[in-house]
């Protein structure tokens, strides 16, 4: 399969990526890092990138930012910042790369554990995620060719774990394998329109 990974230098997306190269031809794509360049907050960007890539089997996002802030100090233009990268920066990704998959071929997106148990300062970072969710199951049923699309939605990483565990008392880290197997069950797999779960 050839597969496109967006945001596959990233903490989940680089051992995403290296599982994918053990069988498969992998193009990553990141804002500064990559073979090709990709800002997803722009759909000029995103189409620019998948002329360059063409058609491909796979597409998984593992891309996009939200401001964290309370909810007091969140100002539209910070919830904008969310809005236009990981809600419709991925929106745009399943928009525009519909057409560059081959038959049958998926796209997979990334939200996480904040859509069902959201933490403190996650008012736009918990909305985006949910948005992508509640879309990812109604586009579904309205992709064409055979096409799937799924979202991974995780728990706090392992490799992550040091580094934000005091925004996520008492949750338990995810072992990254389980994270990544995630992403082969909704490349690999039958799953159509599946939020998947990944929990410890
Ligand atoms: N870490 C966790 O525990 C965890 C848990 C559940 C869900 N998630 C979600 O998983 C996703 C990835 O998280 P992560 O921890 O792996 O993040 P990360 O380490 O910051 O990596 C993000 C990657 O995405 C790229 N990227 C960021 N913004 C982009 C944009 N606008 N256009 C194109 N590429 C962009 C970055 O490329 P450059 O470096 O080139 O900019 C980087 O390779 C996020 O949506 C996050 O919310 C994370």
Redesign the pocket.
């Known amino acids: 399969m050839k597969i496109l990974i967006?945001?596959?230098?990233?903490?989940?997306?680089k051992p995403v990526t290296e599982r994918f190269k053990e069988e498969h031809q992998v193009i990553v794509?990141?804002?500064?890092?990559?073979d090709v360049?990709?800002?997803?907050?722009s759909s000029t960007s995103i189409e620019k990138m998948f002329k360059s890539v063409g058609m491909v089997d796979a597409v998984i996002n593992?891309?996009?930012?939200?401001k964290w802030d309370t909810f007091n100090k969140l100002s539209e233009d910070d919830f904008y910042i969310g809005i236009r990268?990981?809600m419709m920066?991925q929106v745009n990704v399943v928009r525009i790369g519909r057409k560059y998959l081959n038959d049958g071929g998926s796209i997979t997106l990334?939200?996480?554990?904040l859509a069902d148990e959201p933490v403190a300062m996650t008012t736009s970072?918990a909305m985006v995620?949910g948005a992508i969710q509640s879309f990812t199951m109604a586009v579904a049923m309205e992709l064409e060719r055979g096409l799937r699309i799924n979202c991974v939605?995780?728990?706090?990483?392992d490799?992550?774990y040091e580094k934000?565990k005091n925004y996520f008392p008492g949750n338990t880290p995810v072992p990254m394998n389980k994270?990544v197997d995630g992403y082969v069950k909704s490349v690999m797999g039958k799953n159509n329109g599946k939020i998947i779960r990944i929990r410890a």
């Open positions: 967006i945001g596959g230098n990233g903490t989940i997306g794509a990141g804002r500064m890092s990559g360049t990709v800002d997803i907050s593992v891309a996009g930012d939200a990268s990981k920066g990334t939200t996480g554990i970072a995620n939605s995780a728990d706090l990483v490799a992550a934000y994270i």
